[in-house]
């Protein structure tokens, strides 16, 4: 398996009706990019819809703090790189930036917590261990990258 270092998404784009009356691309929307590019990034470890519908597992999001820099506005293309920071038998933490895809400014910064889940008993539950395997490859290749300054922040 070849790793990205940082895991870079698809170009996305600002859509139109994401933007709120303050003229602004609204703040729950970020989260809808980060998420669409956090799917892409775990389907590199095995987690995507087929592993869903295959096992009855997935992993839901404990925490999720974001971090607006830079204002972003209707039709801007953006890409979003996701960086494992650290994982455990049932959980794995990462930091998502995204860019600009043009300009190239860092536009938001995402910290999350995510923890996998066996849908069947309603409870947390171990990855298998080939997933758990690539999740632990991907967290070794980004353990050289920098670590953004938002990280951790309170």
Not at 81 to 100: E, G, N, S
Not at 122 to 151: C, E, G, N, T, Y
Request: charged share 20%; hydrophobic share 40%.
């Amino acid at each position: 398996m070849t790793i990205p270092t940082p895991f870079k998404s698809s170009l996305f784009n600002v859509e139109d009706q994401w933007i709120d009356y303050n003229g602004h691309f609204n703040m729950a929307y970020y989260n809808v990019l980060f998420d669409r590019a956090g799917d892409e990034a775990f389907e590199l470890v095995g987690l995507g819809p087929k592993y869903v519908e295959d096992t009855n597992c997935s992993f839901f999001t404990l925490e999720a703090h974001v971090t607006y820099l830079q204002e972003l506005h209707a039709k801007d293309a953006v890409y979003v790189t996701t960086q494992f920071l650290a994982c455990d038998a049932k959980r794995v933490h990462y930091v998502q930036q995204m860019f600009h895809a043009d300009k190239g400014y860092l536009a938001c910064v995402t910290e999350n917590m995510v923890m996998h889940v066996d849908m069947t008993a309603k409870k947390s539950a171990p990855f298998p261990d080939a997933v758990a395997q690539r999740i632990a490859a991907v967290r070794s290749a980004h353990k050289m990258l920098p670590i953004p300054s938002q990280v951790g922040h309170k």
